[in-house]
T-cell receptor
Framework: KAGVTQTPRYLIKTRGQQVTLSCSPI?????VSWYQQTPGQGLQFLFE???????NKGNFPGRFSGRQFSNSRSEMNVSTLELGDSALYLC????????????FGPGTRLLVL | KQEVTQIPAALSVPEGENLVLNCSFT??????LQWFRQDPGKGLTSLLL?????REQTSGRLNASLDKSSGRSTLYIAASQPGDSATYLC?????????????FGTGTRLQVTL
């Protein structure tokens, strides 16, 4: 069974631009979560989606948004990029409740110049 | 608010040594605890998930234990190998019945030397 895939793997953007990251969960998994990882803050929860609905949201500004499609694929969008948004963005999928084993993708490395 | 701490932050051991990584959490009302491994610049690889009703879970050379009452989990790695060098993270889910998220520890960076 294929694992969690994320595209693109690397991105370089400039301040003020926007970016869209994509995540395809493991087949059959309906819960998708997003995390931001930085050296200073570690892993921080962004949001979780289940059946196209956002079930939970972390403490990030409204510039960070996401959505989930009917096939469980998810996208996250960051508008008006800031230097501090440079990070590794990780997506995780699980079967349903989100408390089962979480499987992570390889991440998207975003660099904002 | 759940807080998860891992000690030590970094550890260097010679190949073949057995070692223990520690994870502490402040709220003992957890559903499970998951251990992950992260290689530099890569995503997280799930190693073990130990349910709140379990005391131990084993996979190969890895053994995870859980003591909910004391808010502690340990990851035991037997006969360490250079390929075990990575950052190890523990995480607990914060589940309200309709929403969930993982709270991660700060990680232990492990280096196994030849």
């Amino acid at each position: 069974k294929a694992g969690v895939t994320q595209t693109p793997r690397y991105l370089i953007k400039t301040r003020g631009q926007q970016v869209t990251l994509s995540c395809s969960p493991i087949s059959g998994h309906r819960s998708v979560s997003w995390y931001q990882q930085t050296p200073g803050q570690g892993l921080q929860f962004l949001f979780e989606y289940f059946s196209e609905t956002q079930r939970n949201k972390g403490n990030f500004p409204g510039r960070f948004s996401g959505r989930q499609f009917s096939n469980s694929r998810s996208e996250m969008n960051v508008s008006t990029l800031e230097l501090g948004d440079s990070a590794l963005y990780l997506c995780a999928s699980s079967l349903a409740k989100g408390i089962e084993t979480q499987y992570f993708g390889p991440g998207t490395r975003l660099l904002v110049l | 608010k759940q807080e998860v701490t891992q000690i030590p932050a970094a550890l260097s051991v010679p190949e073949g040594e057995n070692l223990v990584l520690n994870c502490s959490f402040t709220d003992s009302a957890i559903y499970n605890l998951q251990w992950f491994r992260q290689d530099p610049g890569k995503g997280l690889t799930s190693l073990l998930l130990i349910q709140s009703s379990q005391r131990e879970q084993t996979s190969g050379r890895l053994n995870a234990s859980l003591d909910k009452s004391s808010g502690r989990s340990t990851l035991y790695i037997a006969a360490s190998q250079p390929g075990d060098s990575a950052t190890y993270l523990c995480a607990v889910p914060d589940f309200t019945g309709t929403a969930s998220k993982l709270t991660f520890g700060t990680g232990t960076r492990l280096q196994v030397t030849l």
